[in-house]
């Protein structure tokens, strides 16, 4: 059983970026003034009105969206597509505890890095394993005393925590 | 009137305001100013005015913070929206930090230490352009206070020190400042001649401006290091605001009185024995403190621009990351930029 704790934006950060996680898994979570996250917000809000089945709560996972086939999550941009791949996995994984068996798929609104715009990944024994040991590993890391040092680098410059980390 | 500096609403004449429909109106006789909810963090009230719980509960869902003076220009509350960021680890960090003696000193001395280097950038500016007289407490500052705080010190030493800096900062003043605005000595509750208006008024804005800053962070406002933490007053926003003062609250004031945009004759009131700013002296103030508040500067930690507004809220940053992480708490330096 996957512990309660850890939600899909956790393990998206601990991929991303393991600072960013720590701070966010203890609560330090500042207030984002950036235009990325508020258009992020409104097109989350814009997409979830369009298909009918809006978002879901299982546990303390959220879900965009949910099909017949698939489970979607829908990204603004393709910037970290890893740490949404991880993402998607954990939602997977726990639906499939509760008996829903679904194929994940992403949807990017604006594609940057990749050429394509709906991404596909499907919850394999070897990721399951392997996600297994990733929630492991980032229970023992949110319960550490302090978090990591700040490492400086492009990806945070867009950053809620860029003032906090370079303070 | 209504006037819209930034993302603070300042309102100073009487009036009421309400929620209309998604907006918020403010209505006297003159008429209705609607003010969009999405462009404020806070609205401070400088007059009477009437509001009602439908307004409160509508602003404290945006988180907008409302702050209440009085007639004579004194602080005399917060409507304090329910918290949005709360963090328990950080609430007993804050509260060790408060308990171990160590840790408080060591914010005590920081906090003192930068009011010094804040005072000394300030009136550098007039030994630069040939106040000599000023050298002696320029030297004091930059070399005595510190040794002073260097030593082993307790809390009770360490206000010693923080007076005797703002003493001899108060003291100088005639030296710097035109004669009509001659000071004998500072005066709080009520302030006794037109200067320590303009300061006690000065530095009751920036203490409420600090107030909205630090709602801005997982801080508990209550608990304070430097200010006793005594109970009903948001005495982390004292200690937070200390450094500030000098680049905020007394620059704008010897701006204003120097380059004669504040004259005691025309902007206070006389019946009052000059020892209260009118409704005109009042807005050129709160204009030049914005100004001020809103400059953008350089800053050195963060390579970026930012305002000075919004270097209050880095500061309560800065003393999250000793509290979490042990980086040693250094208040924001008019001389490093940082």
């Not at chain 1, 970026?17 to 500042?30: S, V």
């Not at chain 1, 369009?50 to 709560?57: D, L, N």
């Not at chain 1, 505890?97 to 394509?116: A, L, M, S, T």
């Not at chain 2, 920036?206 to 909205?212: A, D, G, L, N, V």
């Amino acid at each position: 059983m996957i512990s309660i704790k850890i939600t899909g934006t956790i393990i998206n950060y601990y991929i991303h970026c393991k600072r960013q996680c720590w701070l966010f898994g203890n609560r330090i979570n500042l207030e984002d003034n950036s235009e990325d996250v508020r258009i992020g917000k409104i097109l989350h809000e814009i997409k979830s009105q369009e298909s009918k089945s809006s978002e879901i709560s299982i546990d303390n996972i959220k879900i965009d969206k949910i099909t017949g086939e698939y489970l979607v999550e829908l990204k603004k941009s393709d910037a970290d597509l890893n740490s949404t791949k991880w993402q998607v996995l954990l939602y997977l994984k726990k639906l499939k505890e509760k008996g829903i068996i679904r194929k994940g798929k992403i949807e990017v609104i604006e594609k940057k890095k990749q050429d394509k715009k709906i991404h596909y990944v499907e919850l394999t024994q070897e990721y399951e394993e392997e996600l297994d040991k990733l929630l492991l590993d980032i229970e023992k890391f949110l319960s550490s005393e302090k978090p990591p040092i700040a490492e400086r680098s492009s990806k945070c410059k867009k950053c809620a925590y860029y003032e906090y980390c370079n303070i | 009137m209504v006037f819209v500096i930034s993302k603070t609403k300042y309102i100073t004449s009487m009036g009421e305001l309400k929620r209309k429909d998604n907006s918020i109106v403010f209505r006297n006789e003159k008429g209705n100013t609607y003010i969009p909810i999405e462009g404020i963090r806070e609205i401070v009230c400088l007059n009477e005015i009437k509001i009602n719980t439908k307004f409160l509960d509508y602003i404290s869902r945006f988180g907008v913070v409302l702050h209440f003076f009085n007639y004579y220009g004194q602080y005399s509350g917060t409507f304090y929206p329910k918290e949005n960021l709360i963090s328990g680890k950080i609430k007993v960090k804050q509260v060790q930090a408060y308990l171990d003696e160590n840790k408080r000193l060591n914010i005590c001395k920081s906090i003192v230490n930068g009011i010094a280097i804040n005072i000394h950038e300030t009136l550098y500016h007039y030994y630069k352009h040939g106040n000599k007289d000023i050298k002696d407490i320029l030297d004091w500052l930059r070399k005595e206070v510190p040794i002073l705080l260097e030593k082993e010190i307790n809390i009770k030493r360490i206000l010693f020190i923080e007076g005797l800096v703002w003493q001899r900062f108060y003291s100088i003043f005639n030296k710097i400042l035109k004669e009509e605005f001659v000071f004998n000595k500072r005066v709080k509750r009520p302030p006794d001649n037109p200067l320590n208006a303009l300061i006690s008024f000065g530095n009751s804005v920036i203490y409420s401006k600090t107030i909205t800053q630090i709602y801005g962070t997982h801080l508990d406002q209550s608990i304070s290091y430097l200010h006793e933490p005594s109970e009903g007053r948001f005495s982390l926003s004292l200690d937070i605001s200390e450094v500030f003062k000098p680049v905020i609250v007394f620059k704008t004031i010897f701006d204003c009185v120097n380059n004669r945009k504040i004259q005691v004759d025309k902007h206070f009131n006389k019946k009052l024995n000059y020892c209260l700013l009118n409704d005109e002296g009042r807005n050129i103030f709160i204009t030049e403190l914005e100004k001020r508040l809103n400059s953008v500067f350089v800053h050195k930690g963060l390579n970026r621009k930012t305002t000075y507004l919004n270097a209050i809220k880095l500061d309560g940053y800065k003393l999250i990351k000793y509290l979490v992480e042990d980086k040693k708490f250094v208040p924001f330096s008019l001389k490093e930029m940082y």
